[in-house]
């Protein structure tokens, strides 16, 4: 029998990413399972601009600790999320390296996440968080497509 109790749903907050929200709310309804939204700041990605303004990484993780709570509700609003329990994480370091880190330290059952988040040079530079973690993953990995997003042959 399979046994589902902690569903891990990393997110970059993007509307894109939140597309696998409501699979993983189901499930965790179905099999009785605890939600984890998870969040990694990659500091690579903070660009020139943010330093010059006096920023660092350092500074910038910390206003992330402190307005991670309303972004993880942001990230909820509009989803019927009653009876599911939902803890949030956020941690510094590369997304797909610190989401198979705690998902092996963390004894997740299953994954599910989106296909896209971040989108553009970002994505072209680093590659797909998603497909690393559906390639290096412990534990099953559900990928959620966005409906509006058609394959194109090229």
Known sequence: ?????????????????????PYAVDLARKYGAKIIIFHSFDEDLLTPIVYE???????????????????????LEGIDTEGVEIESHLVSGKPFVEILRFVKEQGIDLIVMS??????????????????????????????????????MV
């Not at 303004?53 to 990230?75: I, M, N, P, R, S």
């Not at 530079?125 to 990995?141: A, D, F, I, M, Q």
């Open 1 to 21: 029998m399979i046994t589902i109790k902690k569903i891990l749903v990393p997110t970059d907050f993007s509307e894109l990413s939140k597309i696998a929200l």
């Open 53 to 75: 303004t006096g920023w660092d990484a350092e500074k910038y993780f910390a206003k992330l600790q402190t307005d991670f709570d309303a972004a993880v509700e942001q990230f």
């Open 115 to 152: 296909t896209h988040g971040r989108s553009g040079m970002a994505h072209a530079l680093l590659g797909s968080v998603t497909e690393k973690v559906v390639r290096k993953s412990p534990c099953p990995v559900m990928v959620i497509r966005h409906p509006e997003f058609e394959f194109k």
